[in-house]
């Protein structure tokens, strides 16, 4: 009797609080290094890998495929990790989230990858380091896909936690842990706020607006980048009270980067939180809605919470953990 072996990946999504946008590759290869400071947080992507009964391949997501050839997989991603992992059938995969699906701005996109893409290794048999599932993801979303979008996604999706990140010339990818005490860490994230705004929008349209205007906007990344570095120095030595100060600091110029990344609702939002005692804030993402992020002043939670009635605040920890594979069955 044949095993029926089933594997199930759980990836994190992500924050971005600085730099966002320098991890471009229309940026850092002629004018590197960009910087960013992500975290992994408690809310995931699954990917489920099971045997299939015959030889046909059936993919699962907001529609349902059922071919016989990776080559006849319309969603992008799902067809290039099979290729890419030479997988030619055989195989079920489907996918939940703790979140919505796509245009949140938390790097669901490239979590789901990476997430496929460790779940299709261990199904494999193989064992596929973070570095490899982060290299892999972006050469089939970067490389293969040429989606536009940065590189910083799919590294806190590989390795988890908070991370400052540094993109170089020549693709190299520096990632260093931030290592805080547990009391910093605990302070800071009582003082972040998560709100979703219920604007659902696609990254790939305005990162590929964004590209054509990075020339005309270079001395205003290398600020953000300034910011990424001077927060990193500050999380190093338990000074997480600056975070709402290079929060704000960084939204006021992202939003100048192009005409897509802010909206008179978002700018409505964020002008409302700031009145309510929040220090800083920004779009998570690409920009033009999903998760707005607010570091607040100290004891102003509820006015936080009562000036923005119409979003949705989502509770959330730091995860420190990347993809990892959570089941292994037969």
């Known amino acids: 009797m044949t095993k029926r072996r089933m594997i199930i990946s759980r990836t994190p999504l992500r924050i971005t609080f600085v730099g966002g946008g320098t991890d471009l590759p229309e940026y850092y290869r002629s004018h590197g290094p960009g910087a960013v400071i992500s975290a992994a947080i408690n809310k995931y992507i699954y990917v489920n890998v099971h045997k299939r009964f015959d030889s046909s391949i059936r993919v699962g997501y907001s529609k349902t495929e059922i071919v016989d050839d990776p080559e006849r997989i319309e969603h992008p991603t799902v067809r290039e990790a099979l290729k890419l992992l030479d997988i030619k059938g055989g195989v079920e995969i489907t996918t939940m989230g703790d979140i919505p699906a796509g245009g949140t701005g938390m790097g669901s ?53 908070m991370q400052f990140m ?99 609702s978002v700018d409505n939002y964020y002008d409302r939180a700031l009145r309510a005692g929040a220090e800083g804030g920004k779009l998570i993402g690409a920009g033009a809605g999903g998760f707005m992020l607010f570091f607040r002043s100290p004891d102003s939670a509820g006015e936080m919470v009562s000036a923005l009635p119409e979003l949705r605040e989502e509770p959330f920890e730091f995860s420190f953990q990347g993809s990892k594979i959570v089941y292994v069955g037969d």
């Open 109 to 161: 996109s490239s979590s789901f990858l990476v997430g496929l893409l460790n779940a299709l290794h261990a199904w494999k048999g193989e064992y596929a380091t973070p570095t490899e599932l982060a290299e892999e993801a972006v050469k089939i979303e970067r490389g293969i896909l040429k989606e536009p979008g940065g590189k910083q996604d799919q590294y806190i999706a590989a390795f988890g936690g």
């Open 166 to 264: 540094e993109f170089h010339k020549d693709e190299s990818v520096i990632h260093t842990p931030i290592i805080m005490s547990e009391e910093s860490r605990e302070g800071m994230l009582k003082h972040l706020h998560l709100f979703y705004t219920g604007i659902q929008r696609r990254s790939a349209q305005i990162h590929a607006i964004q590209t054509t205007e990075i020339e005309k906007h270079v001395g205003d990344y290398r600020r953000m980048v300034d910011l990424s570095y001077g927060m990193f120095s500050d999380l190093t030595k338990n000074n997480w009270q600056s975070t709402g100060k290079y929060l704000h600091e960084n939204w006021l110029i992202k939003k100048t980067l192009s005409k897509g990344i802010s909206n008179d």
